[in-house]
């Protein structure tokens, strides 16, 4: 992949030096990588550039799962926070941190709140959970302090108090699942709040999607910004690699932070596509104590963008998710990723809230059941669904109706960080 030079900070040579100590430090002190490394006769002294990341292995999901203690680099006695991955595709993943991968956590979430355009003087209300072991809130917590900026740690859910919080306290932005921000605006119609006259001027969106590929918002961004004038910043981040992709005021995708990170994407062929090419996102963590990682595939496929932006950063950008890897979903000769689906199910207003399920029947291929709360239960709405399915995906999935309180019970179960919004029981 190519490595987009920033003369001001000489990227390329800043990566370069941090690969040679991250590949020395590996082969020293991880368990997994020592095994990697002499099973495929891996030569770590001779990666000296980026480009030669290809003569070594990628590290897989199932890796972490399967050998998730052999990923630790440093003794327990140093570790001073275990996190964990939310096992969307899999079992939850043990990820530990050293005090100066807390440091490291912190800066990185500095720079993505200087990105989307925070400062000091800003007041952030977190409509997330700081505490399940989940990574982004702590990540949040830790940048805004680094920030200067005050902050309201209310949680998630509950739109009545957070309804109350924003009138007492005044916040300027928040930070939420756009999902939820959708629910904190029906609210706000039910009870007769005036949106348009509240502190609230931005909105960190994490989680979902708020784009398509092409940088226009998507359904869900559309909803929320007809309704509430406020400007949508879009993130992408995951535990394992300790870092976020976050949007500057240009909303042009997420930008890279190169001092943090390497970042490939890759074909099925495990090679680097070009520009504006689909392909799966696998990262080499730069600058981490305790489970750096090399080469390894998240699942989650994107495109970057290379073209300077109109900011003035020169660092590539991603976009937004087209999907995950292994949650394509081929049904009935249809291909489809779950983000696609979720931008079909917001566009209706028939369609208050939902949940995908997708499972293999008794001959193995993908079977889609929507579970779905219905704007009515009236036959008009069930046609106008089920008209409206078939006109879009020219299949037809299993729907069955659910309340407002059934369907909660799907997407928080007591373990869950986030809605969950798409389920995977296949084999």
Same mark, same amino acid.
């Given at each position: 992949?190519?490595?987009?030079?920033?003369?001001?900070?000489?990227?390329?040579?800043?990566?370069?030096?941090?690969?040679?100590?991250?590949?020395?430090?590996?082969?020293?002190?991880?368990?997994? %990588?020592?095994?990697?490394?002499?099973?495929?006769? !891996?030569?770590?002294?001779?990666?000296?550039?980026?480009?030669?990341?290809?003569?070594?292995?990628?590290?897989?999901?199932?890796?972490?799962?399967?050998?998730?203690?052999?990923?630790?680099?440093?003794?327990?006695?140093?570790?001073?926070?275990?996190?964990?991955?939310?096992?969307?595709?899999?079992?939850?993943?043990?990820?530990?941190?050293?005090?100066?991968?807390?440091?490291?956590?912190?800066?990185?979430? %500095?720079?993505?709140?200087?990105?989307?355009?925070?400062?000091?003087?800003?007041?952030?209300?977190?409509?997330?959970?700081?505490?399940?072991?989940?990574?982004?809130?702590?990540?949040?917590?830790?940048?805004?302090?680094?920030?200067?900026?005050?902050?309201?740690?209310?949680?998630?859910?509950?739109?009545?108090?957070?309804?109350?919080?924003?009138?007492?306290?005044?916040?300027?932005?928040?930070?939420?699942?756009?999902?939820?921000?959708?629910?904190?605006?029906?609210?706000?119609?039910?009870?007769?709040?005036?949106?348009?006259?509240?502190?609230?001027?931005?909105?960190?969106?994490?989680?979902?999607?708020?784009?398509?590929?092409?940088?226009?918002?998507?359904?869900?961004?559309?909803?929320?910004?007809?309704?509430?004038?406020?400007?949508?910043?879009?993130?992408?981040?995951?535990?394992?690699?300790?870092?976020?992709?976050?949007?500057?005021?240009?909303?042009?995708?997420?930008?890279?932070?190169?001092?943090?990170?390497?970042?490939?994407?890759?074909?099925?062929?495990?090679?680097?596509?070009?520009?504006?090419?689909?392909?799966?996102?696998?990262?080499?963590?730069?600058?981490?104590?305790?489970?750096?990682?090399?080469?390894?595939?998240?699942?989650?496929?994107?495109?970057?963008?290379?073209?300077?932006?109109?900011?003035?950063?020169?660092?590539?950008?991603?976009?937004?998710?087209?999907?995950?890897?292994?949650?394509?979903?081929?049904?009935?000769?249809?291909?489809?990723?779950?983000?696609?689906?979720?931008?079909?199910?917001?566009?209706?207003?028939?369609?208050?809230?939902?949940?995908?399920?997708?499972?293999?029947?008794?001959?193995?291929?993908?079977? !889609?059941?929507?579970?779905?709360?219905?704007?009515?239960?009236?036959?008009?709405?069930?046609?106008?669904?089920?008209?409206?399915?078939?006109?879009?995906?020219?299949?037809?999935?299993?729907?069955? %109706?659910?309340?407002?309180?059934?369907?909660?019970?799907?997407?928080?179960?007591?373990?869950?960080?986030?809605?969950?919004?798409?389920?995977?029981?296949?084999?």
């Amino acid at each position: 992949m190519e490595i987009i030079k920033d003369k001001a900070n000489n990227t390329e040579t800043i990566q370069e030096q941090k690969l040679q100590e991250l590949l020395k430090y590996l082969s020293e002190n991880s368990p997994f %990588y020592k095994r990697l490394f002499a099973e495929h006769n !891996v030569d770590v002294a001779a990666v000296k550039k980026v480009a030669d990341l290809t003569l070594i292995p990628v590290t897989t999901k199932d890796d972490l799962q399967k050998y998730n203690d052999d990923f630790l680099c440093v003794p327990a006695e140093n570790i001073v926070e275990y996190m964990s991955t939310s096992g969307t595709l899999g079992s939850p993943v043990t990820i530990a941190l050293t005090d100066s991968d807390l440091d490291r956590l912190a800066y990185n979430e %500095y720079n993505s709140f200087l990105c989307a355009g925070g400062t000091k003087h800003d007041l952030y209300q977190l409509m997330l959970t700081l505490d399940r072991q989940f990574m982004a809130g702590i990540a949040y917590y830790s940048g805004i302090r680094k920030l200067g900026a005050g902050m309201v740690r209310l949680g998630p859910g509950v739109p009545a108090l957070q309804w109350e919080t924003i009138k007492r306290l005044k916040p300027t932005t928040i930070v939420a699942v756009p999902s939820f921000i959708l629910k904190l605006i029906q609210f706000a119609k039910e009870t007769n709040i005036d949106i348009s006259q509240t502190s609230i001027k931005k909105a960190i969106c994490i989680g979902e999607n708020i784009r398509n590929t092409d940088f226009s918002l998507n359904i869900l961004g559309k909803k929320i910004t007809e309704a509430w004038d406020i400007q949508l910043f879009s993130t992408y981040a995951s535990t394992e690699m300790q870092t976020a992709f976050t949007e500057c005021a240009e909303g042009k995708g997420g930008h890279y932070q190169p001092e943090l990170l390497i970042v490939e994407l890759l074909d099925e062929s495990d090679q680097p596509v070009g520009p504006n090419t689909p392909g799966e996102v696998t990262i080499t963590t730069l600058g981490i104590q305790g489970m750096p990682l090399l080469r390894y595939k998240t699942g989650d496929m994107c495109m970057y963008f290379d073209e300077p932006c109109a900011c003035g950063r020169t660092s590539l950008r991603l976009s937004s998710i087209i999907g995950r890897k292994k949650q394509m979903i081929k049904f009935k000769g249809t291909t489809l990723y779950p983000p696609a689906l979720f931008d079909l199910l917001n566009e209706r207003e028939e369609i208050l809230d939902f949940v995908i399920e997708v499972y293999s029947n008794e001959i193995g291929l993908d079977q !889609v059941a929507l579970y779905l709360v219905p704007a009515d239960d009236s036959e008009e709405c069930d046609h106008r669904i089920r008209a409206y399915l078939q006109a879009r995906l020219r299949v037809s999935p299993h729907i069955k %109706y659910l309340s407002v309180e059934e369907i909660q019970k799907i997407q928080f179960s007591e373990v869950s960080r986030k809605p969950i919004k798409f389920i995977d029981k296949r084999a």
